[in-house]
């Protein structure tokens, strides 16, 4: 079956860690995002990428880092210089020419991280 | 600035009954509007798109309109079951690359 898969689903870490968060599709996508969920808030965008080693910045990327060196994986790090890291980090995908043609995001289960 | 509501939180219906959620913007110009549904703990998923110069979109029992002049998406689900419960989230696409999520609307269907 085609699909993202996000993990792990539930993450804890210490203030003042780095975290990585995996995300991997199967679906031959292009592209690529990550978004951040938070309650009474829609989901905003913290990177996304169209190709292979290429990535722009969302709307809030401000302490987090993302790669692209493989077609299938987009790992996000949520560095110690986010401020506010606890949420749900939702990853997705969708075919060439990305939101912006309409394509619809596909996306993953996502990883609730809770940082104390 | 730029803004996406939808209309309520949460939305109470009895089974059976058509469900109505909204979306409304301000300071978009989207050249398509999207609907996911969404259930605790995972992923939204992709119902239905509609384009600007679209009016109406129906898929099964569900029906999405689209009025670029009121600035308003309408989502309609007819004969609501128990397990249409769920958040509803609407996203317009504008701008390169970037799909603006509203809040979303938690529906609860009661049997």
């Known amino acids: 079956d085609g699909g993202i898969t996000q993990s792990p689903k539930y993450l804890f870490r210490k203030e003042g860690q780095n975290v990585t968060l995996s995300c991997e599709q199967n679906l031959n996508h292009d592209a690529m995002y990550w978004y951040r969920q938070d309650p009474g808030q829609g989901l905003r965008l913290i990177y996304y990428?169209?190709?292979?080693?290429?990535?722009q910045k969302g709307d809030i990327a401000e302490g987090y880092s993302v790669s692209r060196e493989k077609k299938e994986s987009f790992p996000l790090t949520v560095t110690s210089a986010q401020k506010n890291p606890t949420a749900f980090y939702l990853c997705?995908?969708?075919?060439?020419?990305?939101?912006?043609?309409?394509?619809?995001?596909?996306f993953g289960n996502g990883t609730r991280l809770t940082v104390t | 600035s730029q803004k996406i509501e939808q209309n309520s939180e949460a939305l109470n219906i009895q089974e059976g009954k058509t469900a109505t959620l909204t979306c409304n913007y301000t300071?978009?110009?989207?050249?398509?509007l999207q609907w996911y549904r969404q259930d605790p703990g995972r992923g939204p998923v992709f119902l239905l798109l509609?384009?600007?110069?679209?009016k109406e979109k129906r898929k099964e029992r569900l029906k999405v309109t689209f009025d670029t002049t009121l600035k308003q998406s309408l989502f309609h689900i007819t004969a609501s079951q128990p397990a249409d419960s769920a958040t509803y989230l609407c996203?317009?696409?504008?701008?390169?690359?970037?799909?603006?999520f509203g809040t979303g609307t938690r529906l609860t269907v009661i049997p």
């Open positions: 997705a995908s969708s075919f060439t020419g990305g939101a912006d043609s309409g394509s619809p995001l596909h």
């Open positions: 996203a317009l696409v504008s701008g390169a690359n970037n799909l603006f």
């Open positions: 509609i384009r600007e110069n679209e």
């Open positions: 300071n978009y110009s989207p050249a398509y």
């Open positions: 990428s169209q190709i292979v080693n290429d990535f």
